[in-house]
């Protein structure tokens, strides 16, 4: 039971635990011993039906052991090696503990441990154990432990002296006397650290096993031993010659860390006592307590006496024996000892020890018991309900009988009573509880009332089974039966009718509530039964057995039987309506699938879909551009984009959009629309030029026109820019090249380029322009023809009368003619003055070329505005004019000047083209 320690509650640090190893290796009492002779007894034949019972211990009995194990410090596996001996020195009735036989044995041992690691660790450890154990005589349970554990070694920290002990309670059984194969047993005891009632208390439970014969070899030699197991891992090897275990295995769980600590027998040693005894029970076994028993035994002398204990010191019996009785018997009463684990008595055992005189020698032998008990507490007996606890729940009583002996509890009757009716719930009698189990009974029942009522759970009612305990047989419990709880409902929608469109989803739900507990029930559907949750969804479809018919669904919630009661609502009943629907058309394989794209002008691009109607009606397609209709009724449309007009880049985006419908209203249309967007397109623009470009030659008089003609595709403004003779011109389709308007004389070439551009396009003509030299001028004629026609020379005109200047010539040459009167001037080949004052007036015309006013004739004539019937204006007494006279000098002035001015200007005209 050593290395049951680490696992409840023992926490030690690496070094610490060194200490911790040495005091648990020592611990039970089986490892205790000294060196001795190495004597042994042939090991008997092992009768495995009635098994092996107590060993009897004498004193100078001795056992030495070795061990060989590693232990993990700091990540450094240690070596450690040693010895551990025990002997028994005394035998006696220890007044401490109720004068219970108990053998003293003295323990020493030698562990050792070195660890070199060159140029960074050189460790020793050494532990000197010496101390003493108590242990029973009848079955060697361990009552104490004393210890002194001394270290020393090469960590100063470490080293000192380590006194420690342990007080078992109740005695820790490492076995389970007499030693039967396939045997189970439990312990739990309490150790306290050190003794005392202030000390820690250290607690260790567990299930031993003994497992079946088998050989092996330890450093004493080859045994037959008796696994026995501890929680299912192999411990210890019992041998019944050698009186204790040939080899102990150990797990320490230190921190983490499993240390493995083999012990192995190397030698032992044996003693007879000089007066012998035996004893043995003669009568049937198991034995129940409170019944009679029978053991006999015999003394190697005689004239003595043979006391007879049971376990803790208490005496069975006294038997003298007088002259030469050897042989005793007796007649002993088994105690009713409780089996519980907790007592300080053995499990379904108990030892029976014979001393003879004191202490001259003894004799142990084990009496089996049926030490059973039926045990109830007040966890065995629970009563629930399915509800709220009200008369129409279903009541539940759950009952737990225990059994805490190691013997199975058999015919075992088992009663429950609701005692305010005098009704008996559950009456078994054939019952079994196996050794250290629990069984569970329930039983379910109803109460038809409200009230307070009494449950009692008896176990063994007619006491036919014999217990350690009689007392535990019977629990009671009350519990309440409440009013009916009223049932509530809550259902959506309100129950009637209920209209829905197909296609169409609706949620009804009904919720029956009686208090907390929430009751079942199930849905159908025209009778029907679809659900048993509380609600459904109901789902309408446009085709099948969900969809538009003439007579309306029935839906019904009803709750399960036995849920209500009379006078209470059991169902609830929706009638569905479902209406038709008109589906609207469904689009497929549409193309172009995107709903917005882009395109060139000049590009074309192709919308198609494929349709259907859920419903099968015929459908019709309709397609519309920007809001018009088009021309297209079928599943397919080509949009040509126009580099000119409607379809081009001016007018995008376009907004395309295909209506499919199956003629029944907007419920019954799909529309698919798509955005295209027409990129814009710079085609080259058509030209021709006129004249060809090139060499070209032109009159000086007349020269000539150059022109062009451009059209852009896209509608684009052609623009152009004349370039010659360092000018421009811009923007216009022709340019008129008159060498003389120009200031040229002829004979040049004149370089006159065209450049056309539109958009990203442009072309260039060149002309070289060859002149032709000047013609000589023409001889100029002069006017002919012209004269005054009105008024004649002299005429009279009475005042009032309009004057008509007119004038004539046979000259068809484009004349002008400008009148001058009385400082006045006029122009028109006819004129009317109107208003002229009375006296003599001089008209004078003069008359040109337009293009060339040097080639002119200057006329004159007198008339004379008088009053009617009145003398003469002007006239002197010779009947002249002086008014003529006067005006007579600047006519002539007039006259004759530019006639020398233009003679003059003829004659260097003359003289420059001689030049």
Same mark, same amino acid.
């Given at each position: 039971m050593i290395g049951r320690?680490?696992?409840?509650?023992?926490?030690?640090?690496?070094?610490?635990?060194?200490?911790?190893?040495?005091?648990?290796?020592?611990?039970?009492?089986?490892?205790?011993?000294?060196?001795?002779?190495?004597?042994?007894?042939?090991?008997?034949?092992?009768?495995?039906?009635?098994?092996? +019972?107590?060993?009897?211990?004498?004193?100078?009995?001795? &056992?030495?052991?070795?061990?060989?194990?590693?232990?993990?410090?700091?990540?450094?596996?240690?070596?450690?090696?040693?010895?551990?001996?025990?002997?028994?020195?005394?035998?006696?009735?220890?007044?401490?503990?109720?004068?219970?036989?108990? !053998?003293?044995?003295?323990?020493?041992?030698?562990?050792?441990g070195h660890l070199y690691i060159p140029f960074i660790l050189d460790l020793d450890i050494y532990i000197e154990l010496e101390g003493y154990t108590w242990s029973k005589v009848q079955d060697l349970s361990l009552y104490r432990t004393v210890l002194n554990a001394s270290i020393s070694g090469s960590i100063p920290s470490l080293n000192g002296n380590y006194p420690f002990g342990y007080e078992f309670s109740p005695p820790l059984e490492e076995y389970d006397f007499p030693l039967v194969q396939g045997d189970t047993w439990w312990t739990n005891v309490s150790a306290r650290l050190p003794f005392g009632a202030s000390g820690d208390l250290l607690y260790m439970n567990g299930t031993n096993s003994l497992g079946t014969p088998e050989q092996m070899t330890v450093p004493a030699g080859t045994f037959s031993v008796l696994p026995i197991s501890i929680d299912g891992k192999r411990a210890l090897f019992y041998n019944s010659t050698v009186g204790n275990s040939v080899k102990r295995s150990y797990e320490l769980d230190l921190d983490g860390t499993l240390l493995v600590v083999p012990l192995e027998l190397k030698s032992y040693a044996r003693h007879a006592s000089t007066v012998g005894v035996s004893l043995k029970v003669t009568s049937s076994q198991p034995v129940r307590a409170g019944s009679s028993f029978s053991v006999s035994g015999r003394t190697s002398v005689s004239n003595t006496a043979v006391t007879i204990f049971f376990p803790d010191g208490n005496m069975a019996t006294f038997v003298p024996l007088v002259l030469g009785d050897r042989d005793f018997d007796a007649i002993l009463i088994a105690p009713s000892y409780p089996d519980d684990t907790l007592t300080s008595v053995d499990h379904g055992s108990f030892g029976v020890l014979a001393v003879v005189g004191l202490l001259d020698a003894i004799a142990v032998t084990t009496v089996t018991t049926w030490a059973? +008990?039926?045990?109830?507490?007040?966890?065995?007996?629970?009563?629930?309900?399915?509800? =709220?606890?009200?008369?129409?729940?279903?009541?539940?009583?759950?009952?737990? %009988?225990?059994?805490?002996?190691? $013997?199975? %509890?058999?015919?075992?009757?088992?009663?429950?009573?609701?005692?305010?009716?005098?009704? %008996?719930?559950?009456?078994?009698? +054939?019952?079994?509880?196996?050794?250290?189990?629990?069984? =569970?009974?329930?039983?379910e029942f109803t109460v038809d009332r409200p009230g307070t009522y009494n449950l009692s759970l008896i176990v063994d009612p007619e006491d036919t089974v014999p217990e350690t305990n009689e007392s535990n047989n019977e629990i009671s419990k009350g519990f309440s039966a409440l009013e009916r709880m009223p049932l509530s409902w809550t259902i959506d929608p309100f129950?009637?009718?209920?209209?829905?469109?197909?296609?169409?989803?609706?949620?009804?739900?009904?919720?029956?509530?009686?208090?907390?507990?929430?009751?079942?029930?199930?849905?159908?559907?025209?009778?029907?039964?679809?659900?048993?949750?509380?609600?459904?969804?109901?789902?309408?479809?446009?085709?099948? +057995?969900?969809?538009?018919?003439? =007579?309306? $669904?029935?839906?019904? $919630?009803?709750?399960?039987?036995?849920?209500? !009661?009379?006078? =209470?609502?059991?169902?609830?009943?929706?009638?569905?309506?479902?209406?038709?629907?008109?589906?609207?058309?469904?689009?497929?394989?549409?193309?172009?699938?995107?709903?917005?794209? &882009?395109?060139?002008?000049?590009?074309?691009?192709?919308?198609r879909v494929e349709a259907y109607d859920p419903d099968n009606d015929p459908l019709a397609f309709h397609w519309e551009l920007d809001g018009l209709g088009l021309p297209v009724h079928g599943q397919a449309f080509a949009f040509s984009a126009d580099h000119l007009g409607p379809n081009s880049s001016a007018g995008s985006p376009f907004h395309l959009v295909l209506n499919v419908s199956d003629g029944k209203g907007p419920d019954g249309t799909t529309l698919r629309d798509w955005t295209v967007h027409v990129n814009d397109t710079d085609r080259p623009f058509i030209y021709s030029f006129y004249p060809a470009p090139g060499d070209i030659t032109v009159a000086f008089d007349t020269g000539a026109t150059l022109s062009f003609n451009a059209t852009d595709l896209d509608g684009t403004p052609v623009q152009s820019s004349w370039s010659y003779l360092g000018r421009a011109l811009l923007n216009t389709t022709h340019l008129t090249f008159k060498p003389k308007d120009l200031g040229l004389s002829g004979g040049e070439t004149v370089l006159t380029t065209l450049g056309l551009s539109s958009g990203a396009h442009s072309v260039?003509?060149?002309?070289?322009?060859?002149?032709?030299?000047?013609?000589?001028?023409?001889? %100029?004629?002069?006017?002919?023809?012209?004269?005054?026609?009105?008024?004649?020379?002299?005429?009279?005109?009475?005042?009032?009368?309009?004057?008509?200047?007119?004038?004539?010539?046979?000259?068809?040459?484009?004349?002008?003619?400008t009148w001058s009167v009385g400082g006045d001037t006029y122009r028109g080949r006819e004129v009317?003055?109107?208003?002229?004052?009375?006296?003599? !007036?001089?008209?004078?015309?003069?008359?040109?070329?337009?293009e060339d006013t040097t080639i002119n004739v200057t006329l004159a004539v007198n008339f004379t505005v008088t009053i009617e019937d009145g003398p003469p204006v002007g006239n002197d007494p010779d009947g002249r004019s002086y008014l003529w006279l006067l005006l007579l000098v600047p006519i002539l002035l007039v006259a004759v000047i530019p006639i020398v001015l233009l003679f003059i200007k003829r004659k260097e005209e003359v003289m420059v083209w001689e030049e």
């Open positions: 320690f680490g696992a409840y509650g023992q926490s030690v640090t690496a070094t610490a635990s060194i200490i911790v190893l040495a005091l648990l290796l020592v611990a039970p009492r089986s490892l205790y011993g000294a060196s001795g002779p190495d004597t042994r007894r042939q090991d008997p034949v092992l009768d495995i039906a009635s098994g092996v +019972d107590a060993p009897v211990h004498m004193a100078s009995d001795s &056992w030495n052991y070795t061990t060989e194990f590693e232990f993990d410090l700091m990540g450094f596996p240690v070596p450690f090696s040693g010895w551990v001996n025990m002997s028994v020195v005394q035998l006696i009735l220890d007044p401490f503990i109720d004068m219970a036989p108990v !053998h003293i044995t003295n323990m020493t041992g030698n562990i050792s059973t +008990d039926a045990e109830l507490d007040g966890t065995s007996l629970e009563i629930v309900h399915d509800g =709220e606890g009200t008369v129409d729940d279903t009541f539940t009583a759950l009952t737990r %009988v225990r059994n805490p002996s190691n $013997y199975a %509890v058999k015919d075992l009757s088992v009663r429950l009573v609701l005692k305010e009716q005098g009704l %008996v719930l559950m009456d078994r009698s +054939d019952l079994s509880v196996p050794a250290g189990e629990v069984i =569970e009974l329930s039983v129950p009637g009718d209920v209209q829905m469109a197909e296609g169409g989803r609706t949620v009804l739900s009904a919720f029956a509530r009686r208090g907390e507990e929430e009751l079942n029930g199930n849905w159908t559907l025209d009778g029907r039964t679809i659900s048993f949750s509380n609600s459904i969804n109901f789902t309408t479809n446009y085709s099948g +057995d969900l969809s538009s018919r003439t =007579e309306p $669904y029935v839906i019904i $919630y009803t709750l399960r039987e036995g849920q209500t !009661h009379e006078g =209470e609502m059991r169902s609830v009943i929706w009638n569905v309506t479902v209406q038709d629907v008109n589906r609207p058309p469904a689009l497929t394989n549409i193309t172009p699938l995107s709903e917005e794209l &882009w395109m060139s002008e000049g590009d074309v691009q192709y919308f260039r003509a060149v002309w070289n322009i060859t002149v032709l030299e000047r013609p000589l001028p023409p001889p %100029v004629q002069p006017l002919k023809g012209v004269i005054i026609v009105s008024p004649m020379e002299g005429q009279v005109f009475f005042k009032g009368e309009n004057v008509t200047l007119r004038a004539e010539a046979t000259d068809t040459r484009e004349l002008d003619y009317v003055l109107e208003g002229l004052d009375i006296g003599e !007036h001089m008209a004078i015309l003069r008359t040109f070329l337009s």
